[in-house]
T-cell receptor, first 112, second 114 residues
Framework: GQQLNQSPQSMFIQEGEDVSMNCTSS?????WLWYKQDPGEGPVLLIA?????ELTSNGRLTAQFGITRKDSFLNISASIPSDVGIYFC????????????FGSGTRLQVQP | DAGITQSPRHKVTETGTPVTLRCHQT?????MYWYRQDPGHGLRLIHY???????DKGEVSDGYSVSRSKTEDFLLTLESATSSQTSVYFC?????????????FGQGTRLTVV
């Protein structure tokens, strides 16, 4: 099946630092979604991307849809303690199985 | 928040017993999904539905069955629970408007098989 490689697996940073994480795939996706999951909760949608090359921001978060449609990245600027959590990328193809394929997640820890 | 309710939120059951998890939505979305989340594996698709009575298998469907008799409900059944099915189960819903698709998750069901 499709595979999404998400990196890094974990990050430990100081408050105020910028963070970058990415997902790559051998398959082409037509939609990329980025989620954050807090402990004991379901993933919450942060940003949705629909066009190759698209750059979208949501507050301190910025995500880009790769030109090749096989990758995407998420940046968090000026991190704060509440950014702690697990971040997942997810890709969706418009044909065939219409179900999200998820990366394995990036666990972010922020030191105040 | 998207109107997705999973029940129960927690369940402990014995090996060999049948278990049914319920996902209920109030968004009238066409697509519904069941994922399981385990350490080191992220979210893996069990089954999904693309309409009433229309379902398909995901990558980890063995030991699970699903039913969708109406738009708002998607049931996941473990016919005979095993310890390897101890996991956190998430339901998700999605809809496509034009070229845009967004998917939203329920709060999860923590299932322990002893």
């Amino acid at each position: 099946g499709q595979q999404l490689n998400q990196s890094p697996q974990s990050m430990f940073i100081q408050e105020g630092e910028d963070v970058s994480m990415n997902c790559t795939s051998s398959s082409i996706f037509n939609t990329w979604l980025w989620y954050k999951q807090d402990p004991g909760e379901g993933p919450v949608l942060l940003i949705a991307l629909y066009k190759a090359g698209e750059l979208t921001s949501n507050g301190r978060l910025t995500a880009q849809f790769g030109i090749t449609r096989k990758d995407s990245f998420l940046n968090i600027s000026a991190s704060i303690p509440s950014d702690v959590g697990i971040y997942f990328c997810a890709g969706l193809m418009d044909t065939g199985r219409r179900a999200l394929t998820f990366g394995s997640g990036t666990r972010l820890q922020v030191q105040p | 928040d998207a109107g997705i309710t999973q029940s129960p939120r927690h369940k402990v059951t014995e090996t060999g017993t049948p278990v049914t998890l319920r996902c209920h939505q109030t968004e009238n979305h066409r697509y519904m999904y069941w994922y399981r989340q385990d350490p080191g594996h992220g979210l893996r698709l069990i089954h999904y539905s693309y309409g009433v009575k229309d379902t398909d298998k995901g990558e980890v469907s063995d030991g699970y069955s699903v039913s969708r008799s109406k738009t708002e409900d998607f049931l996941l059944t473990l016919e005979s629970a095993t310890s390897s099915q101890t996991s956190v189960y998430f339901c998700a819903i999605s809809e496509t408007t034009g070229a845009n698709t967004e998917a939203f998750f329920g709060q999860g069901t923590r299932l322990t098989v002893v």
